[in-house]
């Protein structure tokens, strides 16, 4: 694919250069389109946002009404180099971010809910009702924010209880009957305590995508319910404390990905242990769900074809934190922990097919080999010795994938500042973080009677094809320091250091069960009397390696090989920066910044090596923020990045069965430009833009198997060495782009005031955005790439007179357009050595209208 050059990139956008924020407070309707400075704490103090010497974005509540941003995948539209994806989860800036969600493996952005640090992103999405502010900081943050921040880091600013009494709610409707309320009170219990109670729930019946088996519509439905109660107090002079504690309960039909490509219609497509599904659309007297036998998705990507509905649920989600400060003569000491719990599961059709039942046939006689009966040897020998018992097996294929993940974690920040009017500001810091994880994934066939009853082997109830288990323990700690010294009026120096120590520790249990597939008892040679056989002890590995902690153990009642995992890393982080500010409007700095990531294992899988060493990352950054009156706000950055170990996953082949392993990246390079810019022309028109141009490439890397590609046949694969054992060629990945590096990325929002009187004002807004295609996959081929796609919103506003009432409508994705925001391949039998694509989708047009009331 043609990527235009850096330079070319930058010097096009160079008169739009970057801009600090899209980020607005209120000032009076005569006023309203001005520059205003939004305050900050993306380096842990209140600063401007013009002068923070790091790149970052700011959403306000006024802005993300205004452009009717309501999820982590709308910030990604309007901020340079932020991607999300919602189909697994993970979010990515610069290109670094979370690769896999395997137990075992860390997030590259950290994700922070009022400067405590999260392990999800749930905190990003939650209302502006709620939020005041969110801040987006690009490149690594190892210093203040540490752990996982390597890519940068998402802060979130709840709205606090309030000095006076208040009362506010809002009511909206949307199409895919989509209904939802939110409600809160907020003020004074005594002149030193305030409270706040609030609350929301939201319906949305409908579903984006159709199934044509006659299931439910998939893809955005949810029943989601939220509470949270804050006390703010002073309990004392130059002492503050802050509490809040909420709960979330959500059902989802949570669909975001769809089949792209043909069924392949092999008996047993490459991976399976367990017969395939389209095979059985050739077999005579099949039954199925509904009446397709051809993937819809590959005439319209928003229509599939499922037996299993897609079901996930959130229960007890609990979340507890605390912020206290003691502002001492010179110095705050401040303290910042919080507690979540939480238990995910889920479940969905694994097959894209509506197959309920076949049969499969008999192989056909030998007669070169002296067989007179159909069925092959076995039959053949029943037959003759027994009598007629040998008959075809009936097939009840459907495949199910069943996650289930309950997750405990707590974090505690202990910091010392510096509150004096002086040349030198430093803060110094300890942190600590425990986390409790337990995953489950469950491949399921439990459909087929024989799935339950394994050939002299332990009962398999579940009914899965495979069962992989891990719980694991994490510890981490961190001692930091950072300190900016103003050595002149202008001129700023900045240096920290952060020393990291992780731990983690735990266990692993997998089992796998084949049907069919083993010579000698396969479904066309034994046919209703092949059993299912218990493929675990041939398929985990018993070799020593780092991070085993025990040997491998099967446990006779379930069949479960378990195995005990354990190691630690520390890393030490830091920046050093300068920063030049000659004028009050005008801002330079230059940064070196080292991030760091844990190592992590490879959990679930009990593979030949399940440790993955510790991830680095080296930056390199140049920026400017200037201001030109109270109009035009600039901003431009340019980061050069050198990784040293980066953890990418790749499917494997172990032992006949496909693992998603995460190996570390020998040596890679990533580059950028970008560029923000508001410009206010009058006081009633508002413009901002934003772009951003990312490169990236692997330099060292060899040798993996493209498991879609596995003989190495693509036009740009770079085969070496010869091939292995299993039949695979491996493969140099030098001069592959990153996964999730989009190479060029353009947000636009035009927004104009209406001054309306005695009946208020109204805010019409527009907003363009496009996205490049984009490479999913480290081995950057058709299967793993998303094509590029735009998308248009239209918003309004109006506010009554006193701002008590406001009206906001919208219509996102104006034009229906198809986005995506991953891609993965899987390898076909028929045609043979080709591929299929899945696609992780974007919400289709969605519209709607709320009412706002403020008491």
């Not at 990905?257 to 219609?265: E, K, Q």
Request: hydrophobic share 35%; net charge negative; proline share 6%.
């Amino acid at each position: 694919m043609k990527r235009p050059s850096l330079w070319a990139a930058a010097s096009a956008l160079a008169i739009v250069a970057t801009g600090q924020a899209i980020a607005q407070e209120d000032t009076d309707s005569s006023e309203v389109k001005r520059l205003e400075q939004v305050t900050v704490t993306a380096v842990k103090r209140e600063q401007s946002l013009n002068d923070v010497p790091v790149s970052v974005t700011a959403f306000t509540e006024e802005t993300r009404q205004e452009l009717a941003l309501d999820s982590l995948a709308d910030f990604a539209r309007f901020t340079p180099s932020l991607a999300f994806s919602s189909g697994d989860d993970r979010v990515f800036i610069r290109g670094v971010g979370r690769q896999t969600n395997t137990n075992g493996s860390d997030p590259g952005v950290a994700t922070y809910a009022d400067g405590i640090y999260d392990s999800s992103t749930s905190a990003v999405g939650k209302s502006d009702f709620f939020v005041e502010r969110v801040e987006i900081l690009r490149g690594p943050q190892g210093t203040l924010y540490g752990r996982n921040s390597i890519g940068g880091a998402i802060n979130v600013i709840s709205k606090r209880p309030t000095e006076t009494f208040t009362a506010e709610a809002r009511a909206g409707i949307a199409n895919y009957q989509t209904y939802e309320i939110e409600a809160a009170i907020s003020g004074p219990l005594t002149d030193k305590v305030r409270a706040k109670l609030g609350g929301s729930f939201r319906d949305q019946k409908d579903g984006y995508y159709k199934n044509v088996a006659g299931g439910p519509s998939e893809g955005g439905a949810n029943e989601t319910t939220y509470a949270e109660f804050q006390l703010d107090m002073d309990p004392a002079e130059g002492f503050s404390l802050w509490l809040k504690a909420d709960y979330l309960d959500a059902s989802l039909r949570n669909r975001s990905t769809n089949l792209a490509s043909p069924y392949d219609p092999f008996p047993f497509p490459p991976g399976y242990l367990t017969p395939g599904n389209a095979f059985g659309y050739y077999m005579p007297g099949f039954t199925q769900a509904g009446s397709t036998t051809t993937n819809p998705g590959v005439d319209d990507i928003r229509k599939f074809n499922a037996n299993t509905p897609t079901q996930s649920n959130v229960d007890g989600n609990y979340g507890f934190a605390a912020i206290a400060t003691w502002s001492l003569p010179t110095v705050d000491i401040k303290y910042q922990g919080g507690y979540r719990i939480f238990d995910y599961n889920s479940i969905r059709d694994d097959d894209n097919t509506d197959m309920i039942s076949y049969t499969y046939p008999l192989d056909p006689a030998n007669i070169a080999a002296g067989e007179l009966f159909t069925g092959g040897p076995n039959c053949a020998w029943l037959i003759e010795n027994i009598g007629p018992i040998c008959a075809p097996a009936t097939i009840y294929p459907s495949r199910t994938f069943g996650y289930i993940e309950d997750r405990a974690y707590s974090s505690h920040e202990l910091t010392v500042q510096s509150t004096t009017d002086s040349d030198l500001w430093w803060i110094l810091g300890a942190y600590a973080y425990y986390e409790d994880a337990h995953q489950e994934s469950h491949f399921g066939n439990a459909a087929q009677p024989q799935m339950l009853a394994p050939f002299g082997a332990a009962p398999n109830p579940s009914g899965d094809y495979v069962t992989a288990i891990s719980d694991l323990n994490t510890k981490s700690y961190a001692v930091f320091g950072q300190a900016d010294y103003a050595v002149t009026d202008t001129i700023t120096l900045t240096g920290g250091l952060r020393y990291s120590q992780d731990e983690k520790y735990g266990s692993e249990q997998l089992r796998v069960l084949g049907y069919g597939i083993i010579p000698g008892i396969s479904l066309g040679g034994s046919g209703a009397l092949a059993p299912v056989i218990d493929l675990t002890a041939a398929t985990v590995s018993y070799a020593d390696a780092p991070g085993v902690a025990s040997a491998v153990e099967i446990d006779p009642a379930t069949g479960l090989a378990r195995r005990r995992l354990a190691a630690d890393w520390n890393a030490l982080s830091g920046v050093a920066g300068i920063q030049w500010q000659p004028d009050a409007s005008t801002n330079y700095y230059a940064r070196y910044s080292r991030g760091y990531k844990s190592g992590g294992f490879n959990a679930g899988g009990i593979s030949q090596f399940p440790l993955t060493d510790k991830e680095t990352l080296d930056a390199y950054e140049v920026g400017m923020k200037k201001s030109i009156g109270d109009q035009l706000q600039l901003n431009a950055s340019y980061f050069y990045y050198a990784y040293d170990g980066l953890q990418a996953p790749l499917d494997v082949v172990e032992n006949g069965v496909r693992l998603t392993r995460f190996f570390n990246i020998e040596d890679s390079r990533a580059q950028g430009v970008e560029l923000e810019a508001m410009w206010t022309p009058t006081d009633q028109l508002r413009i901002l833009a934003s772009y951003a141009y990312n490169d990236s490439e692997v330099r060292s890397a060899c040798c993996f198997i493209d498991v879609v590609d596995p003989l190495g046949l693509q036009s740009d694969a770079q085969p070496v060495g010869p091939i292995d054992a299993n039949g695979n060629q491996p493969q140099d990945l030098k001069g592959q782009m990153l996964p999730r590096t989009i190479p060029n990325k353009l947000g636009l929002n035009v927004s104009y005031d209406i001054p309306l009187g005695a009946n208020g004002d109204l805010t019409v807004s527009g907003n363009y955005s496009w996205q490049d295609a984009t490479y999913h996959g480290v081995f950057n081929r058709p299967y793993s790439e998303t094509e590029a796609f735009d998308q248009v919103d239209l918003i309004g506003v109006w506010k009554s007179p006193a701002d008590r009432y406001r009206v906001v409508g919208y219509v996102k994705n104006v034009f229906d357009e198809q986005g995506y925001d991953g891609a993965t391949g899987t390898l076909t039998a028929i045609p043979a050595g080709g591929s299929a694509t899945t696609l992780y989708l974007t919400p289709p047009r969605t519209y709607g209208v709320q009412l706002q009331v403020r008491f």
